[in-house]
């Protein structure tokens, strides 16, 4: 977004020391003063009278064009007599009395938008950083706006930016970055206090950028990582706990109970053995202890005499 300068707003005020409303009444009573002197003539009445009239009519509408003044409805025009402070005028139509009569300024009470920044600015962990911000502000009291401060708009800029660079000076890079939302408070705060005696309130600011060097930024997304991956390790150890857990809690209870080891073996065995082409390889201990040598041969027999497909079982074939 343009700043708008000191020479833009000067350029502004001299374009209007003049409206349309002024030039039309202008033209009006100098195209009046023609008519009265074409109508002198052709009644034989004088030059000087003619002249005289022309005259006339042309201060008329001079007077016109720069007393009558004309303020939208969102500013007011500061008027000084003399140099010393007459009032404030507008929105609308209103006089002023040339020469005697300035506007030095127009105020403009809509809510305004200003882009700041902060350009490589050390944070308290000496950090280099760029921040872009952008502060919303409106004038709440014309008269201070024009005489307690001599460009209210650039003050404003410089205001936001200087309050900006003590804020990043005072915080680490880590705050800066999550801490967003404190910080528009905060420079709210310390802007507002400064231009409420210039008749400005801050109404709101916001951060929208923060840029920090290239290196740093690969080396926090390095960080970023390797805490992620220590997350996922530590997440994997108490699952590792928890499972060792349950197991010694199992093993307690097939300690005390011979049966129910037994039994899921055998089950073990049997979900084992349901696949087609499954090997199991069963220690010799558990086979001798549990007799699952049995178990296995009958699960063999069982498998041997199972029909193929669409064939009968044996006992109709018999």
Do not use: C
């Amino acid at each position: 977004m343009a700043k708008i300068t000191t020479q833009d707003l000067k350029a502004q005020l001299a374009a209007r020391q003049v409206n349309a409303v002024s030039v039309t009444v202008f033209v009006l009573w100098l195209s009046a003063g023609v008519v009265f002197a074409l109508a002198a003539s052709a009644a034989g009445w004088s030059d000087l009278v003619a002249g005289l009239g022309v005259s006339l009519a042309a201060l008329f509408g001079l007077y016109f064009l720069f007393a009558l003044k004309i303020a939208n409805q969102w500013e007011k025009a500061v008027v000084l007599r003399f140099g010393r402070f007459r009032g404030l005028y507008g929105p609308g139509l209103f006089w002023v009395v040339p020469i005697v009569d300035y506007i030095p300024n127009w105020i403009d009470h809509r809510t305004m938008v200003t882009p700041f920044s902060a350009e490589k600015t050390l944070t308290r962990d000496t950090v280099p950083v760029n921040v872009d911000a952008v502060l919303f502000w409106v004038v709440w009291d014309a008269q201070k706006a024009a005489l307690e401060v001599e460009d209210y708009r650039t003050a404003i800029a410089w205001a936001a930016q200087t309050a900006l660079r003590d804020i990043i000076g005072k915080m680490m890079l880590a705050e800066i970055l999550v801490g967003r939302e404190a910080i528009d408070r905060e420079l709210q705060k310390i802007i507002d206090e400064r231009t409420t005696p210039w008749g400005v309130s801050v109404t709101s600011v916001e951060i929208r950028d923060i840029v920090i060097p290239q290196d740093l930024e690969v080396a926090m997304s390095r960080q970023a990582q390797a805490e992620r991956e220590r997350q996922a390790r530590v997440i994997l150890g108490e699952s590792e706990k928890q499972i060792a857990a349950s197991f010694a809690e199992a093993a307690r209870a097939y300690a005390d109970n011979p049966t129910a080891l037994h039994l899921r073996a055998m089950n073990m065995l049997f979900e084992g053995l349901k696949e087609k082409g499954a090997l199991m390889i069963v220690p010799s201990s558990a086979v001798e202890t549990m007799n699952l040598g049995g178990l296995t041969g009958l699960a063999a027999l069982a498998q041997g005499a199972r029909p193929a497909d669409g064939a009968p079982p044996a006992a109709e074939r018999g």
